[in-house]
């Protein structure tokens, strides 16, 4: 591999000497934990705001089956049979007019 | 290995003691680090602190012990890379709080209350961070990790994930961008100097 322009490698080795690795202060420690405690903090409210909405969203769907299930259960076209339906359906009139038509035709 | 495998294991699976042996161990070598990829003293600690954060609770994903250290280095490298993204958006508050630095530097030097040692090496990092400034973030972290951190492509590939010679091409462009900084600067120092030398 290439090598690095010799003025640029002096001036990166007076860097690297220029940024030791420095002794952290007495307050290093206690910082790493109360965010890993902040951290915890916010993953357990996301938890409980998770939890709770899944019982909101469970209950609200109990409360529309029993509100909305016996409403249609008694409505005719869920009572009714698949002949009714068909009845319910045909035009018995036109069906008549159009059976006359056909005789007469005849 | 700055720690026994077996301690590392354990602090894996939760052993908080354990987790603080680790950060003792390894939170001088991180700092250093830090300092020389931001090159802002007084927010090394609070990298630092996000890097060992992040090491909790990243901990649980670790495969094996022996991967520990790239591991380490790898994380960060993410955080210093998202505070130097984060400080490019504030650029320009930044650029203020630089001269008001100088100021305060010229200041006390000028009252004698800093040894001219400290500032000859706060105009090398302040110089070497200017450079450095010249290339994208990542091509920067990269540059100090093997430039100045002096770390094999061997180690770079395991911390970055990638094959030697995309590292190689990556680096080649870095190296090439901030010597054509280097060389410019000096250049304007050469001519700066014959321009002084003649009004004498």
């Known amino acids: 591999m290439e090598e690095l322009d010799p003025k640029l490698r002096t001036l990166l080795d007076a860097y690297r000497e220029a940024c030791p690795d420095g002794e952290p202060t007495a307050g290093f420690m206690p910082g790493v934990w109360s965010r890993i405690e902040a951290r915890r903090g916010s993953i357990a409210m996301l938890k409980r705001l998770a939890a709770a909405t899944v019982v909101a969203a469970a209950a609200a769907a109990l409360l529309m089956g029993a509100v909305l299930i016996p409403q249609y259960s008694n409505h005719e076209i869920y009572s009714a049979t698949y002949v009714d339906a068909l009845m319910d359906d045909t035009d018995l009139a036109a069906y008549a007019d159009l059976t006359h038509a056909q005789e007469a035709h005849k | ?200």
């Open chain 2, 1 to 200: 290995m700055l720690v026994e495998f077996d301690l590392i294991q354990r602090a894996k699976s939760g052993d908080d003691a354990a987790f603080n042996q680790v950060v003792q161990a390894y939170r001088k070598r991180i700092l250093g680090t830090i300092a020389r990829l931001i090159g802002r003293p007084e927010d090394v600690e609070d990298v630092g602190q996000e890097v060992f954060m992040r090491l909790y609770y990243s901990l649980d994903q670790l495969r094996t012990p022996e991967v520990f250290e790239p591991w380490l280095y790898r994380l960060t490298v993410n955080a210093s890379y998202d505070y130097l993204r984060r400080q490019r958006r504030r650029n320009e508050s930044r650029m203020a709080d630089l001269s008001e630095q100088q100021v305060m530097m010229a200041d006390a030097v000028a009252g004698g209350k800093q040894r001219a040692d400290d500032v000859y090496k706060s105009q090398i990092r302040e110089f070497v961070q200017s450079l450095l400034g010249e290339v994208s973030e990542e091509d920067r972290i990269l540059l100090t990790l093997k430039e100045v951190e002096g770390l094999t492509l061997k180690e770079l590939e395991k911390i970055y994930r990638v094959n030697e010679n995309a590292l190689k091409v990556r680096l080649f462009r870095a190296r090439q961008r901030v010597l054509k900084a280097f060389r410019s600067v000096e250049t304007a120092r050469g001519e700066a100097k014959s321009k002084g030398e003649q009004e004498q």
